[in-house]
């Protein structure tokens, strides 16, 4: 057995997956560092849709990727509750095809011990007032609305008060190698203009959309590709529920409420540059129509905001050889392993929804591979406010 | 796409770089510096994450006024204007538009919640076991607020006073503990009543009006006790 305080991880990439990592590593004792070359949370983290996903989204496709997001809304609510409006989300049919999805979706639901409850038109519009008059029904789950900022910075605040280092605005240049080992990081210090190596005993890669890209300095090729999605906020929250569609999960079927607006999402196109996220008219009115379909009143309030995050597609899916499959929604791939290049493990997959859970899943990979056997406790810690992360003072 | 000049501070000349950015109808400051960041300037420096108004990081000052990166759209300046972003004034800065808000937070009681009781279709329907539906409060703590604020004093500033005032709306059981707080020497009384914050805020959050009520509050129950300190002699 091995002490986790000698041993130093260094995370690359400030999003929801980096925090949750960085707070698990350091509840369990390790020394972690974490580098993001902007301010945290500025990647695809800050700017997803802020659904938190009961898992009823994916349940019919894959019951255990439904079950997995269904035990982190447990959590999360319980160890976060000032970062989920914790309403319902309602699977309306508005029309016959969608109702008669019904029942595939409620018996996959009940498989993965999502609760779902059917709803006659009349108790969906006494909930929601403002849904399109002519729907059939619809089933209730426990989705919610998370903050997409402060659900991560509740993570944040917890690794810092446990001694990680974070540094935000330092970008990792490069990878520094022993032979075929990994064995630190180059960084260039955006405050200072200075570049200076870091050492550690391993490198995870939580950099998301540019995952690629971190491999690539070690000159390993992960088969991701960058695909960006778009959202649309008007101002005027329509309902207090989430709304989606009965069906198999397509465009354009998601109206999330969130403080006093009403954002529907999304859309998905492929590109080669993660940073390219620039917004396609089409998008916009595409989204528009389909806010309107659901909640007609939509036509009736103001643009407010469109933008895009992007989502690492997966390029290539993971089997046993090729890398731990951990869950059936994220990989850490183990370098050593696939690629003979040692010290360095990538993430790829994932929700914001699950951050926790993959915290737990790639520190359980960093504990079998220094030899330390220390449980994970982030599940049963309620986790600071997000504020205690700035009133632990300046970061320097 | 039309294009526009932005001028853009950089803290290693101590004065703004120009660069030439495309625009259509719904890019936004923070858009402009994205740009900027990926064609020509990597190491440029500022806040965002959410981009659609909900964080409270992207604050900066366009033309001297303080906005949110994230919605100020550059179509909203009129051509004949320059466009001119620097970082929020009063602001810890760490470099170009960035800044640590750790002194924003700080003035913030510890236990002020976040969540509240929705304020649309309130007659509608609630779930078995849920009392109410629930929504994030309008206040994003972006600091625009604070930063307009033309007290030179050191106080609390009108964030952290209105986050207290939501705390009575929220919780009147408790409200003297927290008129207590806003009581203080740093509290309240330091207001001159300019309104500029009421004014800047992008999310309707009026912490002017909310000062005032807490001003009145105290005056309330400071009367108040005395009438009963008079009936009690
Ligand atoms: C359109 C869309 C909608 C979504 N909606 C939802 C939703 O409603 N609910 C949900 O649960 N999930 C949602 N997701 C998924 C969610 O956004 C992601 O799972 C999550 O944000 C991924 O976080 P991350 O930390 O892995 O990646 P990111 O947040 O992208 O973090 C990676 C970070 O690495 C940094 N980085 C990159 N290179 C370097 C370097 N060289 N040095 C230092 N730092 C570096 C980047 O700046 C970035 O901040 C959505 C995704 C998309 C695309
Ligand atoms: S980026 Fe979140 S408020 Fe502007």
Redesign the interface.
């Known amino acids: 057995m091995s002490n986790a305080s000698d041993t130093h991880v260094v995370v690359v990439g400030g999003g929801g997956t980096g925090a949750a990592i960085l707070y698990d590593l350091v509840q369990r004792g390790f020394k972690a560092t974490l580098f993001e070359r ?5 990647g695809s ?3 997803h849709h802020g659904l938190l996903h009961s898992g009823a989204r994916y349940v019919v496709k894959d019951r255990e990727v439904g079950r997995e997001c269904m035990d982190e809304v447990r959590i999360l609510t319980r160890i976060a ?8 989300g309602i699977f309306v049919a508005f029309d016959e095809e969608e109702l008669a999805f019904r029942e595939t979706f409620e018996q996959a639901c009940a498989e993965a011990d999502i609760p779902a409850q059917w709803l006659t038109s009349e ?1 969906v519009l ?5 849904l399109n008059p002519g729907l059939l029904g619809g089933v ?1 789950v426990p989705d919610g ?1 998370l ?4 659900l991560p910075m509740h993570f944040f605040a917890g690794a810092r008060k446990l001694g990680a280092v974070i540094r935000n ?1 330092t ?1 990792v240049e490069s990878l520094v190698f022993e032979g075929r080992r990994i064995a630190g990081v180059t960084v ?1 210090d ?2 200072t ?1 200075a570049d200076e190596t870091v050492k550690c005993d391993l490198v995870i890669n939580a950099t998301g959309g540019w995952a690629g890209r971190l491999a690539a300095m070690a000159d390993i090729e992960l088969p991701i590709t960058p695909a960006p999605g778009t ?1 649309l ?1 008007h101002q005027g ?5 989430i709304i989606e569609r009965l069906r198999p999960a397509s465009d354009g079927d998601i109206l999330v ?5 009403s ?1 529907i999402g999304s859309t998905q196109w492929q590109t080669d540059d993660p ?5 396609p008219d089409a998008d ?1 009115e595409f989204l528009t129509k389909a806010a309107i379909e659901m909640v007609p009143d939509f036509k009736e309030t103001a643009y ?4 895009a995050a992007v989502r690492p597609l997966a390029g290539a899916s993971s089997t046993e050889e090729e890398g731990r499959e951990l869950s059936r929604d994220f990989d850490v791939r183990d370098h050593a392993k696939l690629d003979n290049v040692e010290g360095m493990l990538s993430l790829t997959g994932g929700k914001a929804t699950t951050l926790r859970a993959m915290g737990e899943k790639t520190v359980d990979v960093v504990c079998d591979l220094f030899d330390v056997d220390t449980p994970c406790r982030t599940a049963s810690e309620p986790l600071p ?1 997000y ?1 205690h992360f ?6 320097v | 796409m039309n294009e526009r000049t932005v001028a853009v501070y950089r803290t290693a000349t101590q004065k703004v770089s120009e660069f030439t950015v495309p625009y259509n109808e719904r890019t936004t400051i923070i858009d402009a510096l994205e740009y900027i960041r990926l064609q020509e300037e990597p190491d440029l420096m500022f806040r965002q994450s959410c981009h659609h108004g909900s964080c409270g990081t992207c604050g900066v000052a366009v033309n001297g006024e303080f906005v949110l990166a994230c919605i100020k759209r550059l179509a909203d300046i009129p051509e004949d204007q320059p466009v001119r972003i620097e970082p929020l004034p009063t602001m810890h800065q760490i470099g170009d538009l960035a800044f640590d808000p750790a002194e924003f937070f700080n003035e913030f009681p510890d236990d002020i919640t976040y969540t509240r009781v929705s304020d649309v279709n309130t007659d509608a329907a609630v779930p078995e076991g849920m009392e109410h539906y629930e929504r994030f409060e309008n206040c994003i703590e972006c600091g625009l607020c604070v930063t307009s604020c033309p007290v030179t004093e050191d106080w609390m500033g009108p964030a952290a006073l209105a986050s207290i005032h939501r705390m009575v709306e929220k919780s009147p059981h408790e409200a003297d503990r927290w008129l207590d707080l806003a009581a203080d020497a740093r509290g309240v009384e330091r207001c001159t009543k300019n309104f500029s914050c009421s004014r800047v805020c992008p999310t309707g959050v009026a912490p002017g009006k909310r000062i005032t009520l807490l001003g009145a509050a105290i005056k309330k129950r400071a009367k108040a006790r005395a009438a009963e300190g008079e009936s009690d002699a």
């Not at chain 1, 409420?257 to 607006?261: A, E, W």
Request: aromatic share 6%; charged share 30%.
């Open positions: 902007g301010e945290l949370t500025c983290t800050g700017r509750p000032e970062a989920i409006e914790a309403n319902r108790q006494a909930m929601e007032p403002r209730m609305t903050d997409a900022y402060r605005f970008r260039h955006l405050r203009g959202m906020a929250r329509l309902v207090n529920n409420p969130q403080r006093g607006l954002i940073d390219d996220c620039t917004v916009v407010h905001k469109a933008w406010n504020r700035f009133r632990q003072g300046v970061l």
